[in-house]
C-alpha cells in the first residue's frame, strides 16, 4: 500500500457537491494534495449539513450530483493523478422516515426484514422520541391524527409533517366498520407479519385510486383521529410508542450515537448487516475508484477489531484505511487493528506540547489545577451518566441483576446502577475492547484500576462492581454466556459516548483558564511537558504510526488551528493576561446583569468569553460596522452553544431563556462599537499575543508538512483558520491561488499567503522526490543549545541518502519583530543548532525562503531563523 503523501479534506454540502469539488481540482494539484478526503458521500437526511445522518448506504446523494456526479469528480482526480479517501459510517444510521429500513421496522416491528440491523432492545416497544410533548398531550391539542401515507401506501399516525407507519396487525381496529374495499385491506394486512408489507401496499394503493374509496377512508380516519380513547387504544397497540424527545433520559429503546435520539446505532457486527451497509463501499473500491476509507467512529462498534479485520479482508491490502479514534495520554492504537492509523487528533495533542509553555510560570502543572481537574472531570461525567445517559446505564443495571440472579446471587438494580457509573467515571480512556476472544494485558490492567477506584467511591455496591468486572473481563462462570456478552458489549459502546460527552462537550466549556486546552483529544488531567515530550511523541509516531493522519484542524475541532495557535500565547504571560481579563471586567461591569440565579455573565464565563474573542480577534482590527456584525453573530451562536454544553445555568434540554437572553444582551453591548474604550483596550492588549500566534500558526504548519504522519489540510485552513466549533467550522470557503513571489520581508497582512505558500513548497517537495524521505524516514531530535534554546525547536527527518531539517520557534510572546513574521534577532544570542554525529556536513537550502547555508557544526538560529519565522531546510 502506497500512503497518500497529503490529504485535503472537504465537507460535502453546504454549498460544496461533486461539480464544485471538480472545479477545485485545479487549485488541489498546485497546492501538493495528493489525495481528496471527503466526507460522507452517500444519501442522507433531505438537508443535512454533515453527511453522518445516512438513510441509504447504498445511494450516492442526488444532492451532491448523484454517481454519474462522483464518477465525473473520481475521473477528473485520477486524470490529475489524485485519489480519493472515503469517509464511511458503519456506526449508525439516520433514524428517520427517509430511512427505508427504519421505516419498515416502525411499520412490522420485530417481523421486519431490517429489525435486526438495528441495536433495538427488543424486550419494549421500540421508543421513538420525536415529539414535543408526551403522546397524550399532542393529542390532546389535536397533533396527532391517523393518515394515509400515499407515499408509502399505509395508515399512518400524522405528527405534522412525519407519518409514522402503523402496524399492519392493527388495520382491523381501525378498517372494522369499513367498507368492503377497505374490509380486504384489513384481511391483507392481517397477513403481512408472515408475508411482508408489499402485498398490503399494493393492496392500499390500488383501492384509493378509486375516488369514492378514498373518501370514504379519509372521513373514517378523520373521524377515529377525534376519539382520543380509540386513539390512545391504537398508539398501545403498536410495536412502538411515540414519546416526547425529553423522555430520553429515562427511556430509551434503541442505542444512540451519543444522546442524539436522530442517530439509531447499527448491529455490524452481524456479517449480512455488515454486507448490506458496505455494498456499494466495497464496491467503488473493488472498480478502483476509491483509494481509502476513513471509518467513523470507531469506538462505537461492538467489536472493533473484528470489523476491522473483516474490512480489511474484503478491501486487500492495497486499500489505505484510518479510523477516528480518540487516543488519551500515552494511548496507543490497539496493535491488532489493520489499520494504517488514525485521523489524527493526538497530533494536535503533540503540537500543544510544542508550543505551550511547560514552566510553572504558567500555572499549568500545578497540583491545585491538577486536582480541581480531576474533581471536576468526575463531576461531569457522574451528571451525564446520572442524566444524559440514564436509559442507557438502567438497562445496563437491568442486564447485570439478570446476570447475577442467573449465577445464584441476588443483585439490587439501584446498587448495580451505581456500580456501573462510578466504573465508567473511573475509566481514563475511552473504552476497552474485551470480546469473546478475551481481555488483553492492557485492559486487564485498566479493569483492574477502575475496579479499586470504583469501590472507593462507593464501597456499598462493592458486590455489584465485583458482578461487572468479571463480566468485562469475560471471564468464564456465568451461566448466561449470551447476557454476559450482551452486557460486555453494551457497557464498552457506551463508555466512549460517556468520555466524549463528559470530557470535550461539558468539562472542556466549563474550564476556562486556559481554552487552547480544550481540544477534541485532549486529555484532561494534561500537563505541558515542551519540546522533550513533543520529540518523544513524534519518535513513537514515526514506530507505531507513520501513515496515519496528522490534523490540525477538523470538521468536529472546538477551535481552527489558527485561533488554537493564537491561544497557546496565554501560557506564556498568564499574568499579563489575568490582569487585561480584570480591566475589561472592571470596564463592563454596567453591562453584567444581575439576575436570580446569580451575574450574567459569571466570572468563569466572562474570562471563557474573552479568551474566545481573542482567538477569532480579526488580525488587523478597523472597528468596522459591517465587520463586527458579522462577528457578533458568530460570537453570539457560539456563545449560546458553549453555555448549553456546560450544563450549569442553561442546557439543551432545559433552556433558560432569561439566563441566554442576558448573556446575549452582555455580548451585544460588549461588541457595540459604543462600547469603543473596551474595543480599544480589547485590540491594543492583544496585538503581542495575535502576533506571536501567527509565529505559532507557522510553526505547527512546517511540523504537520515535515513530522511522521500524513499532513492534512482542512478545507480552507491552508490561509487562516479562525473558526469556532461546529457549525462556524463548516462555513463556506473561497481558495485563493498562491502568490507566485512573497515580500522578502513578509509581514502580518500577508499570513494567509505565507502560509500557503509554505504548504504549497513543502507538500511539492514531498510530492516531487522527498515522499520517501517524509514517509519512512527516521525521526532524529536536534540539539539546541544556547541562551534561548528552549524558545526553539528543531529535528530531522533521514533515510540512508537523503535528510532534512525543520527548525521552528516556540514561546515568542513579545519576541515578535514588529508586524513582521519574524523573531527579534537579539532574542538568539548564542543560541544554535548543533549539527548531529554521524551525518555529513552539507550545504543547505531553506525551502521556505530560497536561503542558501554553507555547512557549519554549529549554526546559528539567528542566521537560519533571519527575516521568516521557520526553516525547512534541505541539502542545497
Not at 430509551?252 to 451519543?258: C, I, L, N
Amino acid at each position: 500500500m502506497q500512503p497518500p503523501n497529503a490529504t485535503y479534506r472537504l465537507q460535502f454540502r453546504n454549498g460544496m457537491d461533486f461539480a464544485r469539488a471538480v472545479e477545485l481540482i485545479p487549485y488541489l494539484v498546485s497546492l501538493g494534495i495528493s489525495h481528496l478526503y471527503a466526507s460522507p458521500i452517500f444519501t442522507a437526511v433531505h438537508g443535512s449539513t454533515h453527511g453522518y445522518d445516512v438513510v441509504d448506504f447504498n445511494e450516492i446523494d442526488p444532492a451532491l450530483g448523484g454517481r454519474e456526479g462522483f464518477l465525473r469528480l473520481v475521473r477528473q482526480l485520477k486524470a490529475q493523478r489524485l485519489g480519493i479517501i472515503l469517509d464511511i459510517v458503519p456506526n449508525h444510521m439516520a433514524a428517520s422516515l427517509e430511512n427505508k429500513w427504519w421505516h419498515s421496522v416502525i411499520e412490522s416491528g420485530r417481523s421486519s426484514a431490517f429489525a435486526g440491523h438495528f441495536d433495538i432492545d427488543w424486550r419494549q416497544p421500540l421508543t421513538l422520541p420525536f415529539l414535543g410533548r408526551p403522546f397524550e398531550e399532542e393529542l390532546a391539542a389535536g397533533n396527532v391524527q391517523l393518515a394515509l401515507d400515499r407515499k408509502h401506501n399505509c395508515l399512518a399516525f400524522k405528527y405534522f409533517d412525519a407519518l409514522y407507519p402503523l402496524s399492519p396487525a392493527t388495520y382491523p381496529v381501525i378498517l372494522k366498520d369499513a367498507g368492503p374495499a377497505l374490509e380486504r385491506v384489513a384481511a391483507i394486512a392481517g397477513a403481512a407479519e408472515s408475508k411482508g408489507t408489499a402485498d398490503l401496499h399494493s393492496e392500499v394503493a390500488s383501492v384509493v385510486e378509486t375516488p369514492q374509496v378514498a373518501a370514504e377512508l379519509d372521513e373514517l380516519l378523520e373521524r377515529l383521529s377525534a376519539d382520543e380513547q380509540h386513539m390512545l387504544r391504537l398508539h398501545q397497540l403498536q410495536p412502538w410508542r411515540l414519546t416526547s424527545w425529553k423522555s430520553t433520559r429515562d427511556q430509551m429503546s434503541y442505542r444512540r450515537f451519543f444522546e442524539v435520539a436522530g442517530l439509531v446505532g447499527l448491529r455490524v457486527e452481524n456479517p449480512s448487516v455488515f454486507a448490506d451497509t458496505h455494498r456499494l463501499t466495497l464496491d467503488l473500491i473493488k472498480q478502483g475508484l476509491v483509494d481509502g476509507l476513513r471509518v467513523d467512529h470507531i469506538d462505537g462498534l461492538a467489536d472493533p477489531e473484528a470489523y476491522l479485520h473483516r474490512l480489511r479482508q474484503l478491501v486487500g491490502n492495497s486499500t489505505y484505511v484510518i479510523v477516528e479514534k480518540i487516543l488519551e495520554a500515552r494511548e496507543a492504537l490497539p496493535r491488532e487493528w489493520p489499520v494504517e492509523g488514525a485521523t489524527g487528533y493526538e497530533f494536535i495533542s503533540a503540537l500543544a506540547e510544542l508550543l505551550t509553555n511547560e514552566q510553572p510560570s504558567s500555572g499549568l502543572s500545578s497540583e491545585a489545577r491538577r486536582s480541581a481537574v480531576k474533581k471536576a472531570v468526575l463531576e461531569c461525567k457522574l451528571q451525564v451518566l446520572n442524566h444524559n445517559f440514564n436509559a442507557e446505564v438502567m438497562r445496563l443495571a437491568k442486564l447485570a441483576v439478570s446476570l447475577g440472579n442467573n449465577d445464584g446471587s441476588s443483585q439490587d438494580t439501584d446498587r448495580c446502577a451505581e456500580a456501573i457509573r462510578q466504573l465508567m467515571a473511573a475509566l481514563h480512556v475511552y473504552r476497552t475492547y474485551v470480546s469473546d476472544r478475551g481481555a488483553t494485558e492492557r485492559d486487564e490492567r485498566i479493569l483492574d484500576e477502575m475496579e479499586l477506584k470504583a469501590v472507593a467511591a462507593a464501597p456499598t455496591a462493592d458486590a455489584e462492581i465485583a458482578l461487572v468486572i468479571a463480566a468485562l473481563k469475560s471471564k468464564s462462570g456465568f451461566a448466561d454466556r449470551e447476557l454476559q456478552s450482551e452486557f460486555r458489549t453494551r457497557f464498552q459502546q457506551l463508555s466512549g459516548a460517556v468520555m466524549a460527552k463528559a470530557v470535550e462537550d461539558t468539562f472542556f466549556y466549563r474550564r476556562t483558564d486556559y481554552l487552547a486546552a480544550n481540544e477534541v483529544g485532549a486529555a484532561p488531567l494534561w500537563r505541558p511537558g515542551g519540546v522533550e515530550r513533543f520529540h518523544e511523541m513524534m519518535q513513537d509516531r514515526a514506530r507505531n504510526m507513520p501513515n496515519g493522519l496528522s490534523a490540525t484542524s477538523t470538521h468536529d475541532t472546538k477551535r481552527g488551528e489558527d485561533a488554537r495557535a493564537r491561544l497557546y500565547t496565554i501560557s506564556e504571560a498568564p499574568d499579563v493576561w489575568a490582569a487585561s481579563v480584570a480591566r475589561w471586567h472592571e470596564m463592563n461591569a454596567e453591562r453584567i446583569r444581575h439576575l436570580p440565579g446569580g451575574n450574567a455573565p459569571e466570572a468563569s464565563v466572562e474570562q471563557f468569553l474573552y479568551q474566545s474573542l481573542l482567538g477569532i480577534w480579526p488580525i488587523e482590527s478597523s472597528l468596522d460596522e459591517d465587520d463586527f456584525s458579522a462577528l457578533r453573530e458568530r460570537f453570539g451562536s457560539f456563545a449560546v452553544k458553549a453555555l448549553r454544553e456546560a450544563k450549569l445555568r442553561t442546557s439543551w434540554d432545559s433552556p433558560d431563556e432569561l439566563y441566554e437572553a442576558a448573556m446575549m444582551g452582555f455580548l451585544s453591548d460588549l461588541l457595540d462599537l459604543q462600547n469603543r474604550t473596551f474595543l480599544e483596550s480589547f485590540g491594543t492588549t492583544v496585538t503581542p499575543f495575535i502576533q506571536a500566534g501567527l509565529i505559532n500558526s507557522l510553526s505547527q504548519t512546517l511540523v504537520k508538512l515535515t513530522a511522521p504522519g500524513v499532513p492534512d489540510i482542512y478545507q480552507g485552513s491552508e490561509r487562516r483558520d479562525f473558526s469556532l466549533v461546529d457549525p462556524d467550522n463548516r462555513r463556506p470557503f473561497s481558495p485563493r491561488p498562491t502568490p507566485s513571489k512573497l515580500p522578502r520581508v513578509p509581514t502580518s497582512s500577508v499570513f494567509e499567503d505565507c502560509k500557503q505558500s509554505l504548504i504549497e513548497r513543502c507538500l511539492n517537495y514531498r510530492r516531487n522526490g522527498g515522499s520517501d524521505l517524509l514517509a519512512t524516514g527516521g525521526y532524529l531530535p536536534l540539539h539546541v543549545q544556547g541562551s534561548s534554546s528552549r524558545h526553539v525547536a528543531a529535528f530531522m527527518r533521514h533515510t540512508e541518502n537523503d535528510f532534512s531539517i525543520t527548525v521552528v520557534p516556540r514561546l515568542v510572546f513579545r519576541h515578535t519583530d514588529g508586524d513582521r513574521l519574524s523573531i527579534l534577532p537579539e532574542l538568539w544570542g548564542d543560541t544554535c543548532l548543533v549539527w548531529p554525529d554521524g551525518h555529513d556536513l552539507t550545504r543547505l537550502q531553506n525551502l521556505a525562503t530560497g536561503n542558501i547555508f554553507e555547512p557549519h557544526r554549529h549554526l546559528p538560529i539567528a542566521d537560519v531563523l533571519r527575516n521568516f519565522a521557520v526553516a525547512f531546510l534541505v541539502p542545497g
